[in-house]
């Protein structure tokens, strides 16, 4: 049986598609077989993000409406065996998704991998709760704003009340949070929410916190999730947040201001 | 003016009526079906659709994707007024109440309900001696958008309860966390309720209908442990040591 892990906010502009395909590249780097599914049906990014636009024949909506079979919508990752993506429809809406059929793709999808990965849109309607309906964890990306924080909480309240496990008063829906676009120097001046605030409010387990990099652009505009990237700050504390998932304990990373170096002052070192 | 006069000349009394009701039995969830089929009904008999009442029936569906609101505000398009839901989870109840509507139960077991709605409603002494039991203790973090009342008694919350969310009691409400959100108290009108918090930020709060916002509170108050309540007609808040 595959773990279903559901990427959701909110708020959009996050980061949610950024990550969903950080962190399941991250799991199949670690060997773990996985796919990512882009929920966001009529604004298809994952696709991008993974860098297989081109390749997209099939997608999710065919397969729930039984025009295609789910081998011929996956794409197999060019860069790793273990991980396949299953686009999303950019021609139709969110109301071309039903319930009955996204539980029969998760069922069939659960025989063969071990992370099933869904990528949620943003908002709280309906494709929102599809996304995370069928899911075992929820990882809630926030950025430290207030606006994004609330939104979360108000994804939260979902969780415990609109997901199958809520529905059938089984073990919640573990919620996990990562916090993107973390700059400890915005921070420290005050410009933005600081970690203690954030888990303080939203009062879930922290599983990763991803600085504001330039590496993350740079990943998406080429089309290689940023783990990949295992010299850029974000890639490394993407791996440090799949190793987490995974269960293994990693100190926190990149939340603290950094003290610039005399040279690096003088010449203006920037972060990668 | 005094409370005296306020007890000898009462505002209203309470009655008990049976008026005609339309019932909406829904058989899809789907608000573009329902929105289609009500534009049908309405150019048939247009009279029919000048604000008229509906009880919306969703016993026979599956709802776990009713999107209430939103049906609701197909049905006021088409001038018809949802006052009420019957049947459904709890969450559909809850998100009835939330809206303003009233929940009735599932027809089946209405018929011990209807029998209680025709006894005369209690006096007002009889209230306050009730007000005390019931009440309902929530343990968690009360998220923005969710909303927890306890229609009879006090309301404990072992928790924060965060922006965005609303708690409702007919008696006191005690927040053993922060209050970042709306606190309403005394909702039925008792006026000796009072709202704990062991750290002040709401949005709102209220007692008997009497209400402050976050700005009206001195902000010396603010992220301390205070006691609310109802001093004069006036909402007072005093730090709790």
Known sequence: MARIIVVTSGKGGVGKTTSAAAIATGLALRGNKTVVIDFDVGLRNLDLIMGCERRVVYDLVNVIQGEAGLNQAMIRDKRSDNLYILPASQTRDKDALTLEGVEQVLEKLSEDFDYIVCDSPAGIERGAQLAMYFADEAIVVTNPEVSSVRDSDRILGLLASKTRRAEQAQDPVIERLLITRYDPNRVDSGDMLNLEDIQEILAIKLIGLIPESEAVLRASNSGVPVTHDQDSDAGQAYSDTVARLLGDEKPLRFHQLQKKSFLSRIFGGGRR | ?241
């Open chain 2, 1 to 241: 003016m005094s409370l005296k006069v306020d007890q000898t000349a009462t505002a209203f009394t309470f009655k008990g009526g049976m008026l005609p009701m339309t019932v909406m039995e829904l058989a899809s969830s789907d608000p573009e079906r329902i929105s289609a089929q009500l534009a049908g009904k309405l150019s048939q008999s247009p009279a029919f659709f000048q604000h008229t009442p509906v009880v919306l029936s969703v016993e026979k569906l599956d709802d776990t994707s009713l999107a209430l609101e939103r049906l609701c505000a197909v049905c006021r398009s088409h001038k018809l007024l949802p006052v009420a839901v019957r049947g459904g989870s709890e969450g559909i109840k809850q998100s009835a109440w939330a809206l303003g509507l009233g929940w009735f139960p599932p027809q089946e077991s209405r018929e011990s309900r209807t029998l209680a709605s025709v006894t005369p409603p209690p006096s007002p002494s009889s209230v306050a001696q009730d007000v005390g039991h019931g009440g309902r203790i929530f343990r968690g973090t009360v998220r923005s958008g969710q909303q927890i009342s306890a229609a009879e008694g006090d309301l404990v919350v072992v928790g924060a309860v965060n922006a965005g969310a609303e708690v409702l009691a007919a008696g006191s409400i005690h927040v053993y966390g922060p209050l970042r959100g709306r606190a309403l108290a005394g909702i039925h009108g008792d006026r000796d309720c009072g709202i704990f918090c062991h750290e002040l930020h709401a949005e709102l709060l209220s007692v008997a209908g009497n209400y402050k916002r976050l700005e009206d509170i001195d902000p010396s108050l603010l992220d301390t442990t205070v006691q609310v309540r109802l001093r004069d007609d006036q909402l007072s808040i005093e730090a709790l040591v």
